[in-house]
């Protein structure tokens, strides 16, 4: 029975479409069919115009080849900006609004051919409330958060690429509840530009897949940087498994997954050993809890002062904090944050990746809650790659991913990494 074009990786979309043996429009049915039968269930996106993706399609079908990304959908965070289509970062406050121009990474995405599908649901604006979506793998269960839509999406084959963003764990996270591929670029490798900003610090646009060689290919187009997809480096990798110093939050599956993993890679040739942690990374996780909390406060400073009744009492209560926070406190945070980076690149001297927890267990029952960044808070401050790759099943049979950690501005050998893992985990 022939693949339905939504059952396709990202990169067998591309070489089909590039070679004109898929057509745009063939390719943006079969993801719009499978968005029909599903999304009652799943929840993934907040809006999607059929007939302006098939119009679009169709140009892209006349015309010649734009691009690497020629005619892949992709899913858009609704925290990204669209100029064509609403941009409502998960609050009513902004309901119906659109901006004038599209994000620099949506612009990049066009310019190579993609297809923006729609929008996908977010927490509000990034943070902890969730939104509508469950996780396609059992919808009792949280999809994570806070780029649920766009994690769900992928994993239900509702489309092969999205972007996400993450400020604490909101990309590595979904995507182990979800069983896929996240990749957190280095900090700042994906301009965010048209992207609603929480934190200057911390925020980092990111993208969901379903394979790491996908992943590579969303970022190469967006970033310019073509290099990101040679994933084909062969060495005796160094790797160092990271427990972190919040290893007590995790549960049996993630323990399993982590270690399982380790013995697996080690089996394969690479070497694997315990990374001594540095002590002063206790402090990195009360570090990024200050820095964030200080920067949302100034952030979302206008929807505080003058919607704030629009906004969740959980938020209301974050941005409260953050505004109680002092200066001399935040600074002090920003020099624990700094000199755990340099501390951290002493530690990459001994290994090419880490390996850690991408999440405290499988997603949580129920979608009141997104589940805990313990796993994920440190890794965003450092402002390192990160990338989740799925790796066990948890007790209720949903996905365990584990993380792969490399240095900073080493996004190149972090991919190479978690591919070559992947393939040991898969086979």
């Not at 110093?245 to 690479?270: D, F, K, M």
């Amino acid at each position: 029975m022939p693949t339905a074009p939504n059952d396709l990786t990202a990169t067998e979309l591309a070489r089909l479409l590039q070679r004109r043996e898929l057509r745009a429009e063939e390719v943006a049915r079969a993801h719009l069919e499978r968005i029909q039968a599903r999304e009652s269930l799943i929840g993934a996106w907040t809006y999607l115009d059929a007939d302006r993706v098939l119009r679009e399609a169709q140009v892209l079908d006349a015309g010649p080849v734009r691009g690497p990304l020629h005619g892949l959908p992709i899913g858009v965070k609704d925290i990204i900006g669209t100029f064509d289509m609403p941009t409502e970062y998960g609050s009513p406050i902004y309901k119906g609004h659109r901006p004038a121009w599209d994000a620099a990474c949506v612009a990049a995405i066009r310019a190579a051919g993609g297809l923006i599908l729609g929008k996908t649901v977010t927490t509000e604006f990034a943070t902890s409330h969730p939104g509508r979506t469950a996780n396609p793998h059992n919808p009792r269960h949280t999809p994570g958060g806070s780029s649920s839509g766009s994690a769900a999406a992928v994993a239900d084959r509702m489309v092969p690429l999205a972007l996400g963003s993450q400020t604490g764990g909101s990309v590595i996270r979904p995507a182990s509840f979800c069983g896929i591929v996240g990749y957190k670029p280095t900090f700042g490798l994906i301009n965010r530009h048209g992207v609603k900003p929480l934190s200057e610090s911390l925020d980092t646009v990111g993208v969901m897949a379903r394979s790491v060689g996908d992943a590579a290919l969303l970022a190469a187009a967006v970033t310019g940087r073509p290099a990101l997809q040679d994933l084909s480096e062969t060495m005796s990798w160094r790797i160092g498994v990271w427990r972190t110093y919040e290893w007590g939050q995790a549960q049996a599956e993630t323990i399993a997954a982590v270690e399982g993993a380790a013995r697996r890679l080690a089996a394969a040739g690479a070497r694997v050993s315990e990374a001594a942690m540095p002590e002063r990374f206790e402090q990195a996780d009360s570090a990024h809890h200050e820095i964030e909390h200080f920067e949302l406060a100034r952030a979302l400073a206008f929807e505080m002062q003058w919607h704030r009744e629009s906004l969740t009492p959980g938020l209301r209560a974050r941005l409260e904090h953050g505004q109680a926070c002092p200066p001399e406190l935040y600074d002090a945070k920003l020099a624990v944050a700094e000199a755990c980076r340099h501390a951290l690149d002493e530690v990459f001297g001994q290994y090419d990746v880490l390996l850690a927890a991408a999440a405290t267990g499988e997603a949580p029952l129920g979608l009141a809650t997104t589940g805990k960044a313990a796993f994920n808070r440190t890794w965003t401050l450092m402002h390192v790659p990160c990338i989740s790759v799925p790796a066990a099943s948890g007790p209720n049979g949903l996905p365990v991913g584990i993380q792969v950690i490399g240095r900073r501005s080493d996004d190149r050998k972090a991919l190479a990494a978690a591919r070559w893992i992947e393939q040991i985990l898969r086979a």
